[in-house]
């Protein structure tokens, strides 16, 4: 640089910025404050803070719902809880109702079924007789059958039985007159055997 000697050095260009060159209020601005909680000096202690609040203004109307619906205390979640006390109150009216005396009852006959006792046999009147006159004869009842397949209580033997000659597969049938291989469509490959894969466009 050149310039006019100022004593025994000469003035050069700085190598970086200087804050006199711009117009501040000074460095002692930019370093952090160490009071209040917002912006304090991370390098220094913050001490607690407390905040103060005024007074919560009265409300406008009462949230409750009147001394009426008030709970007593001894009910609980799970029901009243009080302690055991007795009621004091009048005799109950009984009313009279005429019931049987002792005399009334029989219990003579309770004691065979409380008591063991010897068996008695009791006396009745004789039956009115039976008309034998009434009875089925011999012939009314019918025996169960010997012979064929169902017997009662005899083994059957084998039994075969005798049919007339049939027309469906028979010896007479008119074989002309079925269907031939051409007759029944063709079976696809993909049924019984694996199938190939298909594209389409």
């Known amino acids: 640089v050149e310039g006019a000697w100022v004593g025994t050095w000469r003035p050069h260009r700085p190598r970086g910025l200087i804050s006199a060159q711009f117009t501040s209020p000074g460095p002692k601005y930019a370093i952090p404050g160490t009071t209040g909680h917002l912006a304090h000096n991370p390098t220094k202690n913050k001490a607690p803070a407390y905040t103060f609040r005024g007074a919560n203004p009265p409300p406008a109307h009462s949230c409750s719902p009147g001394p009426c619906y008030?709970?007593?205390p001894c009910v609980t979640r799970t029901g009243e809880h009080v302690a055991?006390?007795?009621h004091i109150r009048g005799r109950p009216e009984i009313k009279t109702v005429v019931t049987p005396g002792p005399s009334d009852y029989s219990a003579e006959a309770a004691s065979k079924h409380v008591f063991k006792r010897p068996p008695e046999q009791p006396m009745a009147f004789r039956h009115k007789e039976v008309n034998a006159g009434q009875t089925p004869g011999p012939g009314t009842y019918t025996l169960p059958r010997l012979v064929g397949p169902n017997t009662a209580y005899t083994r059957a033997s084998p039994c075969y039985s005798m049919a007339g000659r049939r027309k469906h597969h028979?010896?007479?049938e008119d074989l002309t007159k079925t269907?031939?291989?051409?007759a029944f469509p063709r079976v696809g490959l993909d049924v019984y055997k694996t199938r190939a894969p298909t594209y389409t466009m």
Not at 179 to 182: I, Q, R, T
């Open 70 to 72: 008030y709970i007593q």
């Open 84 to 86: 055991p006390a007795q």
């Open 170 to 172: 028979g010896l007479a």
């Open 179 to 182: 269907p031939g291989p051409a």
